[in-house]
């Protein structure tokens, strides 16, 4: 049986925060298979997710420090590891998911739902390259328990700040 990760229609429902964490956990799922030398750019690219995630207010203007990220990680050459490769699509998925959700909640409309649109994407993007069974119940079991922690939402809402890691509600990524 294929296990199926939320779409774009089910993501929307989660608050801002819940679904900057869900990228970034995904990402980081893939990280830990990864060598940890090959991949310190994406994890640092991922620390900036986290700490959108936990801070309790959003500054205007720290979108800029999520795009350096991002382009930080995605600035890695050629390589020969397709996984690699994999990982580092995530992390910058990831690290957009922050950029746009910086400017969500910054913004006012009509740009503000554009940039959620675009942040919802990123993250469907950032479940999807390693498109393994295991890592997949991983995403639905994240999602699942975003919905239970913190709701599902009919408009776009930013979300009390919580701790993403392991240690947090949300326990081990693996």
Sequence with gaps: MTTIRPNAEQIAKLTVRSIVAYASRAARRAIATQNA??????ERALRVANEFVE???VVSGSERRAALAAASASDRGPTES???IHVTVMACAAMMCCYYAIRTVCSKEPERA???KRLVDEAVRAARPLDDEASAALDVADYELLV????KHESITLGDPF????SGPLGPIL
């Design 114 to 116: 554009t940039c959620f």
């Design 55 to 57: 801070e309790p207010t």
């Design 163 to 166: 701790d993403p890691s392991d």
């Design 148 to 151: 239970k922690l913190y709701g």
């Design 82 to 84: 397709l996984p690699l």
């Design 37 to 42: 030398d090959d991949i310190e750019s994406c």
